[in-house]
């Protein structure tokens, strides 16, 4: 071995090289923090009186009240129905679109509008869509379909477009090669090839709608949500726990059966 | 003998599926069918509203053009509020979806007693939507942001620690025992054998929440919970369409910008 | 310094995959231990430092029996026991010098863990290694971007670093390429002299073995059946321990055994 080297150190070198953009961009990392803080209007006086509410309303919510369980059936029901009807028109829909939205086989001005639909069905919080249409075409269940349509069309519509993006391109050449039209290449070179995945994503959308279904009652769009909404006006937080109980079981039984037949076809 | 001119007693016959497939077909469509029926028939519709739905749709579209810019000002402080609202709730987040996730990953986890609090605190904050969690902490802390920062930030609880989780499942067992062999304990495997590993995915998956989360703090105003979602409420309430369609637009740019970030630093990250 | 007295393992309920071995390895050379797939080879250098949990026997390392040995007693223990692994086994994500200072954590706090600080002596004998075996430009390059030679060396030094009382090897040259796999076997060779260090290295090739061993241990389903200089290793011996055991799988996977490790190929799993 050398001999004795001379006393060297070592320090973990910082992971941004610059001194000058490291502790800039810490600066700024506490100066927005602390910016957000300061200029949110937090009503302290509000915040400090709800901790003995929060004892108040867990100790009324406790035990749930299932007493009303008609009520809660109804609005299940409706939640159930909601979300199976907007699936099959969503995911309908979403086909076209998708197909309109994927580069690879559409022409730029239709690709163009295919994406705008896609991100302006994406952008918006269904619930926001929601009160869109209970205020365009009144409260209940029609609403709410409405707003899962846009919900699916924009979720499913963008996974598919993507499928179809990456579909074999020698797929489509064949099928081309023999003469086909530009309806024919979708059934025989690109339909086939996106089918498990449009099952699959359809399946989950209908779980995603169901979850979905849930909240846009909240601003009037049918379903449990709007049950739960009042439970909370007319603080009956017994009623409440009991529909949030039921609701979490609903989700977590269609979230394993979405998974296990989503499993089952790949 | 060309290919043409073979001669057969009986003509070629081609399906699709079997027999059995058809059946199995058909069967699955007939279900699907009946439960779509059932939907239609029961739920609670009124019918001449669905046939008017496109004329009052484009209606409301008209009322709502040009947009209203007056109050622009506004509604720029009440996006910046939603902005903060979503910042602030996922930096939170994190204290609490970090140790979730260490005692929901099956790995890291001290017994078994952890690992069902880890996985039950997954499910409870997963399965209530945001805006559910916000009528609770609306109730408890009064109207606000502090309810919609408690709101978002419960929500991304579950979705953090999840992906956290698994991640931190999905790791290579290799610098873990190299660790072990040279006398780590515990602590010392955490922060050489799974802290490197799972890092990435870590940010990854903050950077994506925060960008599903200033989607979602843009309803918390409908349930009072602060943000934009106040003026859109106040506007639809009003009737000012044409304010209505000036917030709404905010929203998009702001979501779409807040996905454009997030992209870019989720690949810078990775 | 290590004395193994009937040591046995069986994994759940299967059969004993060491069958009473007894070992003792003096207080310095290079000791291979040769066997086809399956032998337990690998399961008796986990024993030693309880990576693998013995079944029964006793494994007494620098005078401490570290069979019954928990918490941080059986961590003080493990830190005189070096490992070199077949895969490597860095933290890909970290720095060359991070690694190698990682052979230094059953020493140092939690929190000198946590900001890298080591104490100056660790740093020092860091780079002294490093020089030794030609890593000195690489201190802050990621693990992951170094050839398998390299980050085999790195893996070396990170052993040492421990300060071992002795060094284990676990298949040390199996991922990597004959020329390369040539040169750490001579690297370990070298430093197992230099520090007076005894080495107990696993190894599938046969050739390697008698090259740079002092002593080779036959295994043969969980039992030694051949112990002495690697001279000693005639026809006759390989035959016993690798006869009629050709195809048996092992926790490496498909590796060549029987006559092709005897021609001396590298086996590459």
């Known amino acids: 071995m050398s001999a004795a080297p001379p006393k060297r150190t070592w320090r973990k070198p910082p992971a941004i090289a610059n001194p000058v953009l490291r502790y800039g961009l810490l600066g700024l990392t506490f100066g927005y923090l602390y910016w957000a803080v300061a200029s949110l209007p937090f009503d302290w006086n509000r915040i400090v009186q709800g901790f003995p509410r929060a004892v108040r309303i867990f100790g009324n919510a406790i035990p749930p009240e299932f007493a009303r369980s008609q009520l809660m059936i109804t609005g299940f029901t409706e939640s159930i129905q909601m979300a199976i009807i907007a699936t099959l028109i969503g995911v309908a829909l979403s086909v076209p679109v998708a197909v309109m939205a994927a580069r690879t086989i559409s022409p730029t001005p239709v690709y163009l509008l295919g994406r705008a639909i896609i991100i302006l069905a994406r952008s918006f919080h269904p619930v926001i869509v929601a009160i869109i249409f209970v205020k365009a075409v009144g409260f209940g269940a029609l609403a709410g379909i409405l707003t899962l349509i846009v919900y699916s069309l924009g979720f499913v519509g963008k996974l598919l477009a993507e499928a179809i993006e990456e579909v074999d391109y020698g797929q489509i050449e064949a099928i081309r090669a023999s003469g086909a039209g530009y309806f024919k290449v979708l059934v025989y070179a690109v339909f086939p090839q996106i089918l498990p995945r449009q099952v699959g994503l359809s399946i989950y959308q209908l779980d995603s709608n169901l979850r979905a279904s849930a909240v846009v009652g909240v601003v009037g769009a049918g379903g449990i949500g709007g049950t739960l909404m009042n439970a909370f006006r007319r603080f009956d937080y017994d009623f409440a726990l009991a529909i949030l109980m039921v609701l979490i079981a609903i989700i977590l039984v269609s979230e394993g059966i979405s998974g296990r037949i989503r499993r089952g076809l790949t | 003998m060309t290919l043409g001119e073979r001669e057969r007693a009986e003509p070629y016959r081609w399906q699709r599926f079997t027999l059995a497939e058809r059946l199995g077909r058909f069967l699955i469509y007939l279900v699907s069918a009946a439960i779509v029926f059932w939907a239609l028939r029961t739920l609670d519709v009124f019918w001449p509203w669905v046939w008017s739905a496109p004329t009052e749709i484009a209606d409301l579209f008209g009322r709502m053009t040009p947009p209203d810019l007056r109050r622009g000002d506004e509604i720029l402080r009440a996006m910046l509020e939603t902005i903060h609202i979503a910042t602030l709730a996922t930096f939170l987040s994190l204290f609490i979806a970090l140790p979730t996730a260490y005692i929901a990953a099956q790995n890291t986890t001290p017994n078994g007693v952890t690992l069902w609090i880890g996985r039950f605190i997954l499910v409870a904050t997963r399965s209530v939507n945001t805006i559910i969690w916000a009528l609770l902490f609306v109730a408890i802390f009064g109207p606000g942001v502090m309810a919609g920062i408690l709101a978002i930030a419960f929500r991304s609880i579950g979705f953090t620690a999840k992906l956290m989780a698994e991640a931190i499942e999905e790791i290579d067992r290799k610098p873990v025992e190299a660790v072990v062999a040279a006398g780590g304990d515990k602590g010392k495997i955490v922060l050489y054998g799974i802290v490197p590993q799972v890092l990435p995915t870590f940010l990854a998956v903050t950077i994506l929440r925060w960008d599903i989360n200033i989607r979602e703090s843009t309803v918390l105003g409908l349930v009072g919970a602060g943000g934009i979602g106040m003026i859109l409420q106040g506007a639809i309430d009003t009737f000012q369409w044409q304010t209505a369609a000036t917030i709404l637009i905010a929203i998009l740019i702001v979501v779409i910008l807040g996905e454009v970030v997030s992209s870019a630093l989720r690949k810078r990250v990775i | ?269």
């Open chain 3, 1 to 269: 310094m290590l004395r193994i007295t009937d040591l046995t393992k069986r994994y759940g309920t299967g059969e004993l995959v060491l069958k009473g071995l007894t070992l003792e390895i003096g207080g310095a050379g290079l000791t291979a231990i040769i066997g086809s797939s399956g032998a337990g080879k690998s399961t008796l250098l986990r024993c030693i430092n309880r990576l693998v949990e013995p079944t029964s026997g006793s494994i007494v390392v620098d005078g401490v029996d570290v069979t019954g040995l928990r918490g941080r007693r059986l961590r003080h223990a493990r830190r005189s026991i070096g490992m070199i692994f077949q895969g490597f086994n860095l933290i890909d994500r970290l720095s060359v010098m991070e690694n190698v200072l990682s052979g230094r954590l059953g020493y140092v706090g939690f929190a000198q863990a946590l900001t890298r600080r080591y104490p100056q002596a660790d740093i020092d004998r860091a780079f002294t290694l490093l020089e030794r075996v030609g890593l000195q430009d690489f201190v802050n390059t990621r693990a992951d971007t170094l050839s398998g030679g390299q980050r085999q060396r790195v893996g070396v030094v990170r052993a040492l670093m421990q300060d071992p009382k002795i060094l284990l090897a676990d298949e040390p040259t199996a991922s990597l390429d004959p020329k390369t796999s040539q040169q750490i076997m001579s690297l370990t060779r070298e430093l197992s002299e230099e520090l007076s260090l005894p080495v107990l290295v696993n190894i599938h090739n046969v050739h390697q073995a008698k090259e740079f061993a002092d002593r080779v241990v036959g295994l043969r389903y969980g039992t030694i059946i051949f112990d002495g200089a690697g001279s000693d290793l005639d026809d006759a011996a390989l035959d016993r321990i690798y006869e009629g055991t050709a195809g048996r799988g092992d926790e490496h996977g498909d590796e060549t055994v029987g006559a092709d490790a005897r021609g001396g190929t590298v086996a590459s799993p």
